[in-house]
């Protein structure tokens, strides 16, 4: 059995089929975002087919959620303070120390959970920076300048750890923006918030062959669970240790 191909453009792959599994041999490395391929398979049935594809864009798949839920504050105790001290909030939304560093007074290194992507699993690593605004100085789109504080939350570098570089993509990014605030209505207060989370990538040639319907509902499904997860420790860890804050600071005040 042999493998060949016609080389095309400065990036080539040549693939091989023994039993179950597909080997590969990475010829010339890739363009760095676009990709031009030209690949001739043959598999063990003797069959064999061709591939040709011309520049290749990254795709782009996002997911938007947001919350509004009841708030009670305290006085002595308001929201406002709770959001101040960045490393509660951050433990409190990220509480497994184990997978966390603190890098400055601002970012973290967060190891994430791994995720299934099509054929394989990766493990993100990625910096998050929270930062508190207040006064309506520079607030994210769609806060309102009479909100008094807000918690802003981004990730600002990222890494994909576990794949071969014959599976790597040749172009990834990732991107998470997300706001947390009391909104205050008369005697009444509704947390509310807001979080985008984007990703971008090119597929290396292996994976070349997944239908475009396939990756979208791969990648959509992903991004989903990690916003859905996030609100979930928002509405639940976060709150939690709001409690107990107030408690702390009523304490305090005895």
């Known amino acids: 059995m042999v493998g060949s191909m016609v080389p095309s453009c400065n990036n080539s792959l040549l693939l091989w089929r023994t039993g179950l599994q597909f080997k590969s041999k990475q010829l010339r490395p890739g363009l760095p975002e676009w990709q031009c391929r030209e690949q001739r398979i043959e598999l063990r049935s003797h069959s064999c087919f061709v591939i040709r594809s011309q520049m290749v864009k990254p795709d782009t798949y996002s997911s938007r959620i947001s919350t509004d839920i009841p708030l009670y504050e305290v006085p002595g105790a308001s929201f406002d303070q709770y959001l101040e001290d960045k490393p509660r909030v951050f433990n409190a939304i990220f509480p497994d120390k184990r997978r966390s560093q603190r890098l400055t007074e601002e970012e973290w290194r967060i190891q994430m959970l791994p995720i299934d992507f099509l054929f394989v699993t990766v493990w993100p690593v990625i910096d998050m920076r929270l930062r508190c605004k207040a006064e309506g100085t520079d607030y994210p789109t ?113």
């Open 142 to 254: 769609g806060v309102t300048s009479s909100i008094t504080k807000v918690i802003e939350l981004e990730i600002i570098r990222w890494e994909l750890q576990g794949l071969d570089d014959i599976l790597k993509p040749s172009a990834f990014t990732l991107g998470v923006k997300g706001a947390l605030y009391p909104d205050r209505r008369g005697a009444r207060t509704r947390l509310k918030g807001q979080l985008q989370m984007s990703m971008s990538f090119a597929l290396p040639p292996v994976l070349a062959l997944v239908p475009e319907d396939v990756r979208r509902n791969v990648a959509e499904s992903v991004l989903n669970r990690l916003v859905e997860n996030m609100k979930h420790k928002v509405n639940s860890s976060l709150l939690a240790d709001y409690s107990k804050f107030k408690r702390e600071k009523l304490k305090a005040m005895v």
